[in-house]
């Protein structure tokens, strides 16, 4: 179901449960705190509200925002047209879905003002529901429409680059260039060419003039990545655009106008290189007009579920393939302290998916620094489990992965249907029994036959009560 919805309940329990079966119905969903809930109404590309316990009364929720259907978690009649109705527990799938229906005909008859085209990018961009990445996407929408110079501070792989992708799709500056250098990555005699250009012989190898990133981004933004690693004669000639506007060629006279919007970023701790006299005070200031802070995904373990979703999404695209991770997969991988932060947990999601396509990745299946629980046999309530995301995977997969069909059976429902359940576990068992018969008793070679590993084949064995000789 193509919905975003916003849930903010008081009850951590209640709001766990129900997001989990929003998360199994396909929903799109974020969880804010109520302190939060009116910063994240307006700035966010939203569909509907699913409201809790609250201290503020829901109606007057309602009546500040007429054109989003809310659906209460609590007993209560609103008299307002935007109060679609209430999900009570315990939750209901169908009753879920019928109230989600009706959000989204309300969304169709009753249309938001629209944002910024650039808003739900931002959200995609910056996905998270915890304080931290809250605070990060409000400061964006406070700087993105003004030039002021923003300077992003954080650890590297904390997104930097995507905050400052961010401020420039959402400005007014969006259809210029957002033109991006790294002043770590290039020597210190090439930089000052890099960023101003030069004229033709200005020095040896000079064979014709060439504009720099300042000519490049004008309109636009300028990104200066890694700026603590700028050599300090560098930070000189920088300061001196930043206070005239005006910057030169090397070899040339002419002066030209920078027209650009200037977004650094570090994870170095520039304070401390001011006192060590290694970065200047006076271009510290500055950029540091607007500083925007990027926590490390140690601090933000609870959006690591929403951050699997949407790297898988992409990675999956490019590899044309899929995997799905296990809760205690999951769990594992939220527990790890994650030097590398999200580019580190991007990076190890395109190595599962190369090693393991089209499978169930559980912590036996990450690498051994992953896995921060044990890596043991699956019990009867995870086979069952994982059994629920493959079937899901074989229903929701795109129409060119194709399945083989069943041995032996036909594909035509009965008029008088059937137990879908008892017949797939017939199936299993059945193919399990042949697998085991064709390999001579060996689990490992007919698990290997069945395309999944030992043990799960011997945890379905025991749940089947099966033996080698079956």
């Not at 309602?62 to 999900?87: D, K, M, Y």
């Not at 910057?247 to 027209?259: L, M, N, Q, S, W």
């Not at 395109?350 to 890596?375: F, G």
Request: hydrophobic residues 40%; contains cysteine; proline residues 5%.
């Amino acid at each position: 179901m193509d919905l975003s919805i916003l849930l903010v309940d008081g009850c951590a329990e209640r709001r766990a449960r129900l997001g989990g079966l929003l998360s199994f119905m396909g929903v799109a969903w974020q969880q804010v705190d109520e302190e939060d809930l009116d910063v994240a109404l307006e700035s966010a590309p939203l569909q509907g509200v699913i409201a809790g316990s609250l201290q503020q009364e829901l109606g007057s929720l309602l009546a500040r925002h007429p054109r989003l259907p809310f659906l209460s978690l609590c007993e209560g009649e609103w008299q307002s047209s935007n109060f679609i109705g209430t999900v009570a527990e315990p939750f209901d799938y169908d009753n879920l879905m019928r109230s989600l229906h009706f959000v989204q005909a309300f969304c169709s008859l009753h249309p938001r003002e629209k944002q910024h085209d650039k808003g739900q990018t931002l959200l995609k961009l910056l996905v998270g529901k915890g304080r931290g990445i809250q605070e990060v996407r409000r400061l964006i929408s406070q700087v993105a429409d003004t030039d002021a110079n923003v300077l992003i501070l954080g650890e590297s792989g904390t997104g930097k680059e995507v905050v400052a992708r961010a401020i420039h799709e959402l400005s007014s500056r969006c259809k210029g260039p957002f033109v991006p250098i790294n002043c770590g990555a290039i020597p210190a005699e090439l930089l000052e060419s890099e960023l101003f250009g030069h004229e033709k012989g200005a020095f040896t190898g000079a064979i014709a003039a060439r504009r720099g990133r300042f000519e490049l981004a004008q309109g636009g933004t300028l990104f200066l990545d890694e700026i603590g690693d700028m050599p300090l004669p560098m930070q000189v000639k920088l300061l001196r655009v930043l206070q005239e506007r005006l910057f030169e060629r090397v070899g040339g006279g002419k002066p030209i106008e920078a027209d650009v919007r200037i977004i650094a970023a570090t994870h170095r701790d520039l304070e401390t290189m001011i006192r060590q006299q290694t970065f200047r005070e006076d271009l510290y200031y500055r950029l540091n007009v607007f500083p925007i802070e990027t926590p490390p995904l140690r601090e933000r373990a609870d959006d690591i579920p929403l951050l699997l979703q949407e790297l898988l999404a992409r990675h999956s695209e490019q590899h044309k393939a899929w995997i799905r991770l296990t809760q205690r997969a999951t769990e594992s991988l939220m527990q790890y302290q994650w030097g590398g932060n999200v580019r580190e947990l991007a990076n190890l999601l395109e190595r599962l998916l190369i090693l393991y396509p089209n499978r169930i990745v559980d912590v036996a299946d990450l690498p051994v620094r992953y896995r921060m629980l044990p890596a043991e046999g699956w019990s009867d309530e995870q086979a069952e489990w994982a059994e629920r995301e493959a079937l899901s995977a074989i229903f929701q997969e795109p129409p060119q992965l194709e399945m083989p069909a069943p041995t032996g059976m036909g594909m035509q429902l009965p008029q008088e249907g059937l137990n879908l359940k008892d017949m797939l576990a017939e199936l299993e068992v059945e193919l399990i029994r042949q697998a085991l018969e064709v390999q001579e008793g060996v689990v490992a070679r007919a698990a290997d036959m069945l395309g999944m590993r030992r043990t799960t084949l011997v945890e379905k064995m025991k749940k089947y009560g099966m033996s080698k000789e079956c």
